[in-house]
């Protein structure tokens, strides 16, 4: 995956260079939103379902130390060998050393975010080891040699017709074909050959339950399945806050999950691992990585209920128009924008500030996040963490000024209004941003305060 | 029953007529309106900025203006919800605390406080409402489209009073127009895409004005109507409310 030195704004400027894909994309995800709106409108306890993940979750976060060693307990008695990284470079480690080990230089790998997170796969690729993508979407994305732009839907950035282009290049599809029924099958022979030959299979983990030390792996392709049935070594790798405490929750989550991710009632595959099969290892890697951090940050806490749906990111009239790529993290999007800064804050100083603050985001989260609330408060935290450019420090403190003084204030915005008036060239030119693809508001002959001062105040 | 009239600065500047029509409005319906002269800002552009630790000029000047009033009513659902939410004053609390829970925005103050039922208004054109978030999702003027709940809106049932008024139905009921304060700027291509978008379903369903409770956001649909040359207006809801055409 390349780095980016460009910001969001950057980013999202050159995606808008194409308007019609613009259009595209918004109108593609506006429809999955209006799916999960169909979908959640036929459930009239859908806001109680709401509360209860929500406050199941926050359960979980305020006792996570006494989850995770029940959690470790119970699965180390199931037969699963349980492994800690700290942060990304030991999750690499511990899946590298499993892979040695096991003597195995190809291995096969479901859907997994924090894997994404993690840069697994640009990890492994530098010690010589070959891994397959094989969830459809990302398997689309690792040929064109991208990162995935959604985390449900990892190629919802490509047309059918580029996919055709990458089959027709490696897997050896007709040119031009872009028959997604034809493409599909293509990608299924070639994942059914790699599923029988990979000894060791990697999944991600949806939901891990600490009462019974098993976890929940829900796809819609069944190739987590596929993987990890014929695989002799399975490796689960989770974030410490996919818990749940108990068995009976999950049937709060797997209700709420697909309906805010696709619409779907449930997920085609929800697959319950709790024990290896006779000959089988089964791994998992519990990965902290920033989050024990982010659970001391009181502002921030909450996004750890995060269960991944993308809910937020359909939603968004930004990331629809902006594209998942322009956000430059693995998890993009307004949860993405929450959980990056806490990663890196000088790196992600950008992306509290993608968003109008809307709404809509906490609205469709299934948990509850305060999503646009964090994203304002991550926005003062950065400021104060010097992390503002100099212009905008010096812009925002001459404003203040400004509007902290009535004399000051009225003098301003008369100045202001003759300008605009008598001077449109000194607003209406490139360096305004406004007026690239919009026009200035006209310039009244008096502001309200002078037309009030003249006709009520003596009343 | 006396209000202060809070006019947002770029309102007081650039759209006097909103203002007087509030004015006006209020004065029509029986109340007692007085407007404080020396208010300029609610603070929220350097807040949404990330910049929330210079407003505390803004914030005293607020409290100054508006402290004493039994209501303040403002024809500007996101600068309503700035003061109900961020207004404080290290010295001052509790009066910050007073003025930040007397601070409506009007329609909500039409509907809720003063139980408007009836309006003498008149407006024979089709209109587009556009529901800006921070009225909606903030205040909630009106039901949103993402929750399972009942549906209803403040400034549509002030609307469905103006005699001859067409409301037209939207595709996106309450999508962004992608002002969002500094966002305009700091994001332009975005923000600019949003607003054609937005624009373009008003367009699409043949309104003749559009209209909302937040006059940032029709300055910004204005902005962009203007430039593709378009005839389709906007006014603030105050204006059509007040409006005896």
């Known amino acids: 995956m390349t780095t980016t030195t460009k910001d969001h704004a950057e980013l999202a400027d050159i995606f808008n260079k194409d308007e019609e894909r613009v259009d595209w994309h918004d109108e593609t995800l506006w429809w999955i939103r209006a799916k999960r709106d169909k979908s959640v409108h036929q459930l009239p306890e859908w806001e109680a379902l709401r509360e209860a993940a929500s406050n199941i979750k926050f359960n979980v976060l305020s006792n996570l130390d006494t989850y995770l060693t029940a959690f470790e307990a119970a699965a180390k008695a199931n037969g699963i060998t349980v492994h800690w990284a700290a942060d990304a470079q030991e999750h690499n480690q511990i899946v590298h050393g499993l892979l040695t080990e096991n003597k195995v230089t190809q291995m096969v790998k479901s859907k997994s975010m924090l894997t994404e997170e993690c840069h697994l796969n640009d990890y492994l690729a530098t010690h010589g080891i070959e891994v397959i993508d094989s969830d459809l979407g990302e398997r689309i994305v690792q040929l064109a040699g991208e990162a995935p732009s959604h985390i449900v839907l990892p190629c919802i950035h490509k047309k059918k017709e580029e996919i055709g282009d990458l089959f027709h290049m490696y897997l050896g599809t007709p040119s031009n074909m872009s028959d997604p029924q034809f493409l599909t099958e293509t990608a299924r022979g070639s994942l059914r050959e790699t599923f029988l030959t990979r000894k060791v299979a990697l999944t991600g983990v949806n939901f891990a339950v600490a009462e019974t030390g098993e976890f929940v792996v829900c796809t819609n392709e069944g190739n987590a399945d596929m993987g990890a049935h014929l695989a002799d070594v399975h490796i689960a790798c989770m974030g410490i806050e996919k818990l749940i405490p108990k068995r009976e929750h999950l049937g709060v989550f797997l209700r709420l999950l697909t309906r805010s991710a696709t619409g779907q009632p449930i997920t085609t595959y929800s697959s319950h691992f709790s024990k290896p099969r006779a000959g089988q290892q089964m791994h998992l890697v519990l990965v902290d990585n920033g989050r024990s951090v982010q659970l001391g940050r009181k502002d921030f806490r909450n996004s750890l209920k995060c269960i991944r749906c993308g809910a937020c990111m359909n939603t968004c009239p930004v990331y629809r128009r902006s594209g998942g790529h322009s956000y430059h993290t693995a998890v993009a999007g307004p949860i993405g924008s929450i959980l990056a800064p806490n990663l890196d804050m000088k790196k992600y100083a950008d992306l509290p500030f993608a968003s109008t603050l809307c709404g809509s985001c906490s609205n469709v989260c299934p948990v509850k996040i305060d999503i646009h609330d964090q994203l304002y408060k991550w926005r003062q935290v950065l400021v104060k963490e010097g992390y503002a450019p100099t212009g905008k420090k010096i812009a925002m403190q001459v404003m203040a000024a400004t509007l902290a003084s009535p004399t000051l204030y009225h003098a301003a915005g008369k100045m202001g209004r003759a300008t605009i008036k008598y001077a449109p060239f000194a607003v209406n030119n490139k360096l305004n941003p406004w007026y690239k693809q919009r026009d200035m508001p006209e310039s009244p002959k008096e502001s309200f305060g002078e037309w009030y001062g003249k006709n009520r105040s003596k009343k | ?245």
Not at chain 2, 182 to 193: D, G, L, M, P
Not at chain 2, 196 to 207: I, N
């Open chain 2, 1 to 245: 029953m006396t209000v202060g009239l809070f006019i947002p600065c770029y309102v007081d500047q650039f759209y006097p007529g909103a203002a007087i029509a509030t004015l006006q409005l209020l004065e029509k319906l029986g109340v007692n309106v007085v407007y404080p002269p020396n208010q300029t800002c609610c603070g929220q552009p350097m807040a949404n900025s990330g910049f929330e630790h210079l407003t505390g000029g803004c914030n005293r000047l607020f409290i100054d203006n508006f402290s004493g009033f039994d209501y303040i009513v403002s024809p500007s659902g996101s600068c309503v919800l700035h003061i109900r939410e961020h207004l404080h004053d290290d010295k001052r609390p509790a009066e910050a605390k007073e003025v930040s829970h007397k601070v409506w925005e009007l329609t909500s103050f039409l509907t809720d406080v003063l139980k408007v039922e009836s309006l003498p208004s008149r407006f024979p054109h089709k209109v587009g409402v556009h529901q800006s978030c921070h009225g909606q999702r903030g205040l909630h003027l009106s039901s949103m489209t993402e929750l399972v709940a009942p549906s209803f809106s403040k400034p549509g049932s002030l609307l469905n009073m103006v005699k001859d008024l067409e409301l037209i139905e939207l595709d996106r009921k309450d999508e962004c127009c992608g002002f969002g304060g500094t966002f305009c700027v700091a994001e332009e291509a975005v923000s600019a895409k949003m607003g054609k978008d937005r624009v373009a379903d008003h367009l699409k369903h043949g309104a003749e004005y559009i209209t909302g409770a937040d006059m940032s956001c029709l300055m910004h649909m204005e902005g962009i109507l203007k430039r593709q040359g378009s005839k389709v207006k906007v006014l603030h809801i105050a204006e059509i409310l007040n409006s005896e055409g």
